[in-house]
T-cell receptor, first 112, second 113 residues
Framework: DTAVSQTPKYLVTQMGNDKSIKCEQN?????MYWYKQDSKKFLKIMFS???????INETVPNRFSPKSPDKAHLNLHINSLELGDSAVYFC???????????FGPGTRLTVL | GNSVTQMEGPVTLSEEAFLTINCTYT??????LFWYVQYPGEGLQLLLK?????DKGSNKGFEATYRKETTSFHLEKGSVQVSDSAVYFC????????????FGQGTRLTINP
């Protein structure tokens, strides 16, 4: 009965590779988000989708591309991974733009 | 711009001690304010919130009051437990515009028995 789930939980990969992180929510929410948490625990929003439409796109390299196949899923694809991409990535969802956000458990990405 | 500043961590206390984690904000509009908690190995959970000046959010013994005059939203608890050990994030969300959450840098709290 997990509300917001992410896969994988850990991801270790080499520089230059392409990888994807998947997120699914079973809460019936319309809005989903991706956040990046760096090694100092600083948390910053990357993207937000509302009803499959991109509404927030922070200053994120073009190598990062979110994809929302339906309202319950928001996947994050990263091309040409760099060392600085190493972080914990959190997915979140909310009923609407102003409602409480529920976070997934996070995906720890390590780029070697 | 919009930003949130929290007291530097880590904070280490003994069980049953009084807790205060300071949070101040800068906002171009009228934000809602939040405290989120992140337990080890987990995602963030909403702890409490306040949507307008002088509102007090409370949950699990934690409290925070929205102080517009001092642009603050300090988190307090009268008697902490070992299970309160976690990272605490203060955040704001503007009512206008993109309505994204802006987080502080987080404060790691460790409670010793």
């Amino acid at each position: 009965d997990t509300a917001v789930s992410q896969t994988p939980k850990y991801l270790v990969t080499q520089m230059g590779n392409d990888k994807s992180i998947k997120c699914e929510q079973n809460l019936g929410h319309d809005t989903m988000y991706w956040y990046k948490q760096d090694s100092k625990k600083f948390l910053k929003i990357m993207f937000s989708y509302n009803n499959k439409e991109l509404i927030i796109n922070e200053t994120v390299p073009n190598r990062f591309s979110p994809k929302s196949p339906d309202k319950a899923h928001l996947n994050l694809h990263i091309n040409s991974l760099e060392l600085g991409d190493s972080a914990v990535y959190f997915c979140a969802s909310s009923l609407g733009l102003t409602d409480t956000q529920y976070f997934g458990p996070g995906t720890r990405l390590t780029v070697l | 711009g919009n930003s949130v500043t929290q007291m530097e961590g880590p904070v280490t206390l003994s069980e049953e001690a009084f807790l205060t984690i300071n949070c101040t904000y800068t906002a171009t509009g009228y934000p809602s304010l939040f405290w989120y908690v992140q337990y080890p190995g987990e995602g963030l959970q909403l702890l409490l919130k306040a949507t307008k000046a002088d509102d007090k959010g409370s949950n699990k013994g934690f409290e925070a009051t929205y102080r517009k005059e001092t642009t603050s939203f300090h988190l307090e608890k009268g008697s902490v437990q070992v299970s309160d050990s976690a990272v605490y994030f203060c955040a704001l969300r503007l009512i206008q515009g993109a309505q994204k959450l802006v987080f502080g840098q987080g404060t790691r709290l460790t409670i010793n028995p």
